[in-house]
């Protein structure tokens, strides 16, 4: 499968609790975005990455949130601290640059949180 | 303001029936997209547009650039079309979504 990959899929933890999720993005795409999603909303954009630069965060990306892109390949999103307002779905998606082909974004199945 | 407009949040329809779902954006687009996301989260592109129509099986998009509207159309719908259906646009380099139809195509 060459899609968009996330690890774990579900997680469960208890509040206060720090967790770290994974994101594998289509090997030839080089932006790598990450967006929460709550019930009965959209996405909401969290951050991205070009290659391993972290070129944008959203306001929604309290200081207990950090993404890193180590090697321009796969990311990984880490809360500490969690708290109940956190559960939510952590969908990945990556794309190429404009010029290089469409500019679409390809998700990744999400990892559900759930902190109680 | 970045927002993204969807009507209706809810759609229940007789298979077979023609729907359409609207979107509607307020601020000059790169792209105007369609998405569909299946129980479980996973959300798969449909279009992207930028102007004028597209068609795919039995899906068609269209978007008036003027009147900042788009809309997504099915055509013989089918108890599998039932997901949410979500309008985005891209400006820069961000995606801003809307929250989503819920369609659910009854047999």
């Known amino acids: 499968d060459t899609g968009v990959s996330q690890d774990p899929r579900h997680k469960i933890t208890k509040r206060g609790q720090n967790v770290t999720f994974r994101c594998d993005p289509i090997?030839?795409?080089?932006?790598l975005y990450w967006y929460r999603q709550t019930l009965g909303q959209g996405p909401e954009f969290l951050t991205y990455?070009?290659?391993?630069?972290?070129?944008?965060k959203s306001r929604l990306l309290s200081d207990r949130f950090s993404a890193e892109r180590p090697k321009g390949s796969f990311s990984t999103l880490e809360i500490q601290r969690t708290e109940q307002g956190d559960s939510a779905m952590y969908l990945c998606?990556?794309?190429?640059?404009?010029?290089?082909?469409?500019?679409?974004?390809?998700f990744g199945p999400g990892t559900r949180l759930t902190v109680t | 303001k970045n927002e993204v407009e969807q009507s209706p949040q809810n759609l229940t329809a007789q298979e077979g029936e023609f729907i359409t779902i609207n979107c509607s954006y307020s601020?000059?687009?790169?792209?105007l997209h369609w998405l569909q996301q299946h129980p479980g989260g996973g959300i798969v592109s449909l279009f992207m547009l930028s102007s004028g129509k597209k068609k795919h099986g039995r899906l068609i998009a269209t978007i008036n650039i003027q009147e900042k509207h788009s809309s997504l159309h099915i055509t013989a719908s089918h108890p599998r079309d039932s997901a949410v259906y979500i309008c985005?646009?891209?400006?820069?380099?961000?995606?801003?979504f809307g929250t989503g139809t819920s369609l659910t195509v009854i047999p």
């Open positions: 990455f070009q290659n391993e630069a972290q070129l944008e």
């Open positions: 601020v000059g687009i790169s792209a």
């Open positions: 090997s030839e795409h080089n932006r």
């Open positions: 985005a646009r891209t400006t820069g380099n961000q995606f801003y």
């Open positions: 998606a990556s794309s190429s640059l404009p010029g290089q082909g469409p500019y679409e974004q390809y």
